[in-house]
C-alpha cells in the first residue's frame, strides 16, 4: 500500500505489482476463498482409453442358455462304384454310384464370465450428495472388462486351456510374405503393386482351396496398426491421388468376383507372426465360415446386501463361446508385412 498525504489526511491507495492488488498479510487473510470456489469444476466423469473391436470382426451367435459346450455338425459326401464314381452310366450298365454321407461333430468351449460389483453404503451416501452414482460407475466398468474379455478371447483365446482366435489359430496355413524388389517383405518397403500381389495372393488361396467356391473367398483382412496407417497415409504414386489402401480395395481379385473387401487395423497382428513378426489375417467374415456363441448375455443374476460389509453385492454373470472356425481353408496368414 501507497500512503498519500492530503493536508491532514492519510489516504492509503492499493498498488498494482504484476497484473494484481498487492495486500498486506492482515487483510489478506480476512478475504480468503475456499478452494473448491475458485475451481471450474468438469461435470463429465473421463473414462479410461480402451478399444474394443470384436463387434467389427465376427459375427456373434447369441441364446442358448447355461451350456458347458456348444456343438457343430458337418457332412462330406462320396460315392462307391460307377465309373470314376461320377455317375455317368451307360444303357446297360449295373454299376450305379451309391451315395454316401459320412457326418461328424466338432465340440466347442464355453466360458463363464462374472464379476462382482460392491457399493459401500457409506460412499453410496456421499456421492449421492455430488451427484453421482457409484453403482452406475462399477456398472461401466463391469460391462467394459466384459467386452474386453471378448476382445481376448475373439482374437486369441485363453491360453491356459488351449484355445485360440482369429489370429493365431493353428489350424490356419501361415506363409512368409515374399520380399520385394527393395529386398524387404515389409509393406513399407514395397510398392503398391507388390502390397497389392500380397493382398490378392492371400484371397486366390482361400479361394483355390474352398474349391473356388465365392463364399469361401476372403472378404476381411486384418493388419497391424502401423501397417494399415502406411496404406492410408501413403499415395500411390507422386501422380497418383488416392491412397494405397483405396487402390488395394478397388484393384483386388475379389472386386473383380462381386466380393465385397474389407481390411482393417487390429493391434492383436502386431507381433502375432511367427518369430514376433506382423502378421495379416485375411478369412470370410460370415456366420457360416466364423462365428462364436454368446449363449448368456451379461446380465444382474443376483444381489444381496452384506451387512459384515456395510454395503450392496451384485453379481454380475454371463457366457462366452470359442472361436468356430468352421472352415479353416477359407483364412489365411501371412508374417513379416
Not at 63 to 91: H, K, L, P, Q, R
Not at 170 to 192: D, H, Y
Not at 281 to 290: H, I, P
Request: one cysteine or more; proline letters at 4%; hydrophobic letters at 40%.
Amino acid at each position: 500500500m501507497t500512503t498519500v498525504t492530503e493536508g491532514q489526511k492519510l489516504y492509503e491507495v492499493p498498488v498494482a505489482r504484476g497484473g494484481m492488488l498487492a495486500t498486506d498479510a492482515a487483510v489478506g487473510g480476512g478475504m480468503a476463498f475456499l478452494n473448491a470456489e475458485l475451481e471450474k469444476r468438469d461435470p463429465r466423469l473421463l473414462d479410461p482409453l480402451q478399444s474394443v473391436t470384436w463387434m467389427r470382426d465376427i459375427v456373434a451367435k447369441t441364446g442358448g442358455g447355461w451350456v458347458e459346450f456348444s456343438s457343430n455338425y458337418f457332412v462330406d459326401y462320396a460315392t462307391t462304384g460307377g465309373v470314376d464314381n461320377s455317375g455317368i452310366i451307360g444303357g446297360e450298365t449295373n454299376d450305379i454310384p451309391i451315395m454316401q454321407a459320412n457326418l461328424n461333430k466338432d465340440v466347442f468351449k464355453v466360458f463363464t464370465f462374472s464379476n462382482i460389483l460392491k457399493v459401500p453404503f457409506v460412499d453410496q451416501q456421499k456421492l449421492q450428495n455430488i451427484g453421482r452414482s457409484l453403482d452406475d460407475i462399477l456398472d461401466k466398468g463391469i460391462r467394459l472388462n466384459y467386452n474386453k474379455s471378448i476382445d481376448n478371447i475373439v482374437y486369441v483365446g485363453v491360453a491356459a486351456v488351449g484355445t485360440t482366435g482369429l489370429v493365431n489359430s493353428p489350424t490356419v496355413t501361415t506363409s512368409t510374405a515374399p520380399n520385394g524388389a527393395g529386398g524387404s517383405p515389409k509393406w513399407r518397403l514395397k510398392t503398391p503393386d507388390e502390397i497389392l500381389d500380397d493382398v490378392n495372393s492371400m484371397m486366390v488361396n482361400t479361394w483355390t482351396s474352398s474349391e473356388f467356391d465365392l463364399t469361401g473367398m476372403a472378404n476381411h483382412i486384418l493388419v497391424p496398426p502401423t501397417q494399415y496407417s502406411y496404406l492410408v497415409g501413403r499415395k500411390v504414386s507422386s501422380a497418383g491421388n488416392i491412397s494405397i489402401l483405396q487402390f488395394l480395395l478397388e484393384n483386388n481379385i475379389g472386386r473383380n468376383q462381386g466380393v465385397d473387401l474389407r481390411i482393417e487395423p487390429s493391434r492383436w497382428c502386431t507381433g502375432a507372426g511367427t518369430g514376433g513378426t506382423d502378421r495379416m489375417a485375411a478369412y470370410v467374415n460370415d456366420e457360416d465360415r466364423v462365428n462364436f456363441d454368446l449363449t448368456v448375455p451379461l446380465s444382474r443374476v443376483m444381489t444381496q446386501p452384506s451387512v459384515t460389509e456395510m454395503a450392496y453385492l451384485t453379481a454380475y454373470a454371463a457366457q462366452i463361446g470359442q472361436v468356430k472356425l468352421l472352415y479353416p481353408q477359407t483364412m489365411r496368414y501371412m508374417d513379416g508385412i
